[in-house]
């Protein structure tokens, strides 16, 4: 037997770990961003005049998305909310009489928005839409909101975003989109960025109709090519662990060779 054979078959398997290692990587990041999300990820507790986006992708290769429905909980409400027009799509915004009412500064609320409903767009394969939903206050007892989704697609089918992660433990294979609520000292400064952020975007959106009309038409090409570059923080540190993996392999292959060649000698 040739004294190089056993390192052949140490590189062999080497390779083999490392190519099937990255595979999975890739299968994982791929089903990551697949899924409904809402953004930013935390906000805080009590946290008022924000703007929550849910990312709508399109995970179907021959259908469209073509109905989103959201559902807000209404044990603790998010108050004031109100919908920003998205062109191509018609939102229908359903409330809900609370069980307990919520005091505020500006009197008892004792209704809430318990559902949101986009339908008439299209979300093509390989492209994503953005709903923003703006808020005037969150809940200051809770610490996280789930808002389970649907995703309707063009042929029928129905994508149910609806189960709910638990702290600590490991992603379901159809998480509902989570907002943590976070204390008030450790996300102030988050909180305030973000509330800006959407006090801006609520500013662009009072500008004439011609500019509205103008940043609606570009917003599904926007989208595509938003598509094909966005991918989130998980995706983005899975494809990490699997360079590391690869350099991790090779390494391997290179001391079987050197061992080899030792033997040999």
Do not use: C
């Not at 191509?88 to 928005?113: Q, S, Y």
């Not at 009072?206 to 926007?222: E, I, K, L, M, V």
């Amino acid at each position: 037997m040739s004294p190089t054979s056993p390192v052949r078959t140490s590189l062999r398997r080497a390779g083999l770990v490392t190519a099937l290692t990255a595979a999975g990587v890739l299968t994982a990041a791929g089903a990551a961003s697949a899924h409904v999300t809402v953004h930013p990820e935390s906000y805080a507790k009590g946290a008022t005049d924000g703007v929550l986006t849910f990312r709508v992708p399109n995970e179907e290769d021959t259908a469209s998305t073509t109905k989103v429905q959201v559902f807000l909980p209404t044990d603790h409400p998010v108050l004031g909310v109100l919908v920003t027009p998205q062109s191509g799509w018609t939102a229908k915004v359903t409330t809900t009489k609370l069980k307990t009412p919520v005091k505020t500064d500006d009197g008892t609320i004792t209704e809430a928005v318990s559902e949101i409903t986009w339908t008439g767009g299209r979300i093509r394969h390989g492209q994503y839409q953005d709903f923003d939903v703006a808020f005037g206050q969150l809940p200051d007892d809770a610490g996280q909101l789930a808002f389970k989704t649907l995703q309707t697609y063009s042929d029928g089918n129905v994508a149910r975003w609806i189960e709910e992660t638990q702290k600590g433990g490991e992603e379901p294979e159809n998480p509902a989109p989570v907002l943590a609520l976070t204390a008030k000292a450790a996300a102030e400064t988050g909180s305030d960025a973000a509330s800006g952020a959407g006090s801006s975007d609520s500013g662009s959106g009072s500008d004439s109709g011609s500019d509205t009309s103008s940043a609606s038409s570009s917003a599904p090409a926007a989208s595509t090519g938003n598509s094909a570059s966005s991918s989130d923080s998980t995706a983005r540190g899975l494809g990490i662990a699997g360079l590391v993996v690869g350099v991790l392999g090779l390494g391997a292959a290179a001391f079987a060779l050197v061992r080899g060649r030792n033997t040999g000698s």
